[in-house]
């Protein structure tokens, strides 16, 4: 559940990134951002409710111990898996959460942006566009050769994601193991 003591962000957009102990998205930026950020075994606290709560968007039960071991991978130096988070005023707002991986037709790594949520609260005012953008300038920086993701057809979302790129017209099929 979304907390109602959140602060809510200023009318004007956000513009730009700064880097904390955990990847954090803010109103504004200096030049003081390391080219990357670790992240640390506090930030588990404040990511955890804006998982949550992605979570129940997605009407997901997510047994205890796979939250758990999502985080320890964000943590682990040499997971794929990485993670990002968009703050104001001291409050986790979204986050992203992608996996690197090799591709057959490319010669770098290929991010997928598996995870992307910004608090209902929030939205609107550029956190999930500069989530998005923020993957994008790591990918130029470290060499990627794409960024791709997947969503519902009827996620709102869609919206900003077609300010990216359209979608494509492939169909994801899906079997449990």
């Not at 040499?78 to 703050?87: D, K, L, Q, W």
């Not at 992203?96 to 290929?110: I, K, R, Y």
């Not at 060499?143 to 519902?152: D, Q, V």
């Amino acid at each position: 559940m979304i907390m109602a003591s959140v602060l809510k962000l200023p009318a004007t957009p956000i513009t730009s990134f700064s880097c904390s102990s955990f990847h954090r998205a803010r109103r504004s930026c200096g030049n003081e951002c390391p080219d990357q950020c670790d992240a640390q075994a506090a930030d588990e606290a404040p990511w955890r409710k804006p998982w949550d709560a992605y979570a129940a968007f997605y009407e997901a039960v997510l047994a205890p111990e796979i939250t758990t071991l999502t985080w320890q991978r964000i943590l682990d130096p040499h997971s794929p898996i990485i993670g990002r988070i968009a703050e104001d005023g001291g409050e986790v707002i979204g986050f992203s959460v992608s996996v690197l991986h090799e591709g057959t037709w490319a010669p770098n790594l290929v991010c997928y942006l598996e995870d992307l949520f910004v608090d209902p609260e929030f939205r609107g005012n550029g956190a999930g566009g500069l989530l998005i953008q923020d993957l994008l300038g790591l990918g130029n920086e470290r060499k990627w050769s794409g960024l791709y993701w997947h969503t519902r057809a009827g996620n709102p979302a869609r919206r900003l994601y077609d300010e990216f790129i359209e979608a494509d017209d492939f169909v994801r099929y899906r079997i449990r193991i």
